[in-house]
């Protein structure tokens, strides 16, 4: 059984499309031990206890350092000997000491095809604005895994999403989770649950 660890910042549909794959089998021989949100007015937060998924608030402010926070998460995590960590909306960036305890075991899903529109002020609403400006036609969702570097480590899955003259960075929004992100998040954990990711310096091979 894969035990999986979520952090979450925000609204929680990622989550839930995770819990969702769980629930109905697409994602076999796992479950999500904890939710841990880096703020109490996270709605993810109400998708875990919905589910019956222990949560946990850590709170960035709380600790005199990056690098203590890092270790607060990391040993909530530990504590319910979680396999794998899921970034879903996470919005604080993890340090090297978060890392060392988690190597190619921690995935985040970044709202554009990286590299493009991505690295250290790159997230949630910004990203589709930055996208609209640029003029862009296509766009999409990267699923990867997590490195020091903000959006840079081993690309697992991406998907392409067309972009609407008439579209506005939330209209955006919503398209790329619906027609990627939802998508490509659970694929991506079902994979890693049957053992078929394997990361080869930057490439990720998947068994077919
Ligand atoms: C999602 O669009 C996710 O890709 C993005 O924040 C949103 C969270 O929504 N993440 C980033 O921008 C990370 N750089 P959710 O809370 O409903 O899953």
Redesign the pocket.
């Known amino acids: 059984m894969l035990r999986v660890g979520v952090l ?9 499309a995770i819990i969702n794959a769980i629930d109905n089998g697409v994602i076999p021989e796992a479950q999500i031990s904890v939710v841990i949100a880096n703020s109490d007015m996270a709605f ?1 937060l109400e998708r875990a206890k919905q589910a019956g998924i222990p949560t946990k608030v850590i709170v960035r402010k709380n600790f005199p350092s990056p690098a203590e926070f890092d270790i607060a998460l990391a040993n909530e995590l530990r504590s319910h000997t979680v396999d794998l960590v899921l ?5 604080a960036i993890l340090g090297p000491d978060f890392f060392t305890h988690f190597e190619n075991r921690v995935m ?4 554009a095809l990286i590299p493009a529109f ?1 690295g250290p002020g ?3 609403l910004k ?1 589709h604005k930055a996208i609209l400006d640029y003029g862009c036609k296509v766009t999409g ?1 990267s699923v990867h895994f997590v490195t020091p570097e903000v ?1 840079a480590g081993p690309v697992i899955i991406q998907k392409s999403v067309q972009i609407h003259q008439d579209d506005t960075p939330e209209s955006l ?1 919503k398209r ?2 619906e027609e990627a ?1 939802w998508k490509i998040y659970p694929e991506a954990v079902r994979l890693f649950a049957l053992g078929k990711l394997q990361v080869v310096g930057r490439q990720v091979i998947i068994d077919k």
């Open positions: 979450v910042s925000g609204g929680g549909t990622n989550l839930q993810a970034l879903a909306g996470f919005m985040n899903i970044h709202p991505s790159y997230y949630g990203v969702a959006d929004q790329v989770m992100e």
